[in-house]
């Protein structure tokens, strides 16, 4: 079993930086497959940022060169930072990584950006 916990909703404004963090329940050393999607009404939940096994990292086109995923293993958290957000940029985000065999998410953070 492995839970995720990540922050409550965000409201930045355009241009702006942001920090999400996801708190694992357990020790993130062993869990390489660890990744950020995001999902809009209507839409299907898609790969923002991505954690390989192989430790590299892999971004949506759209947020090439603004987007980061990092992890920090003694803290059991992964983090997204956020750079020059954008409107499109609105949706939930959310923490996933494969653990046993299983697919785990977190919670999901809202964040809407906007004026």
């Known amino acids: 079993q492995l839970q995720l916990a990540e922050p409550g909703a965000r409201s930045p404004q355009p241009g702006a930086p942001l920090r999400l963090s996801c708190a694992a329940s357990r020790t993130i050393s062993s869990i390489n497959a660890i990744a950020w999607y995001r999902q809009t009404p209507g839409k299907e939940r898609e790969p923002v940022a991505t954690?390989?096994?192989?430790?590299?990292?892999n971004y949506r086109d759209s947020v090439k060169g603004r987007f980061t995923i990092s992890r920090d293993n003694a803290k059991n958290t992964v983090y997204l930072q956020m750079n020059s957000l954008k409107p499109e940029d609105t949706a939930v985000y959310y923490c996933n990584a494969n653990y046993l065999g299983n697919v785990f998410w977190g919670q999901g953070t809202r964040v809407t950006v906007s004026s």
């Open positions: 954690f390989t096994s192989g430790g590299t990292t």
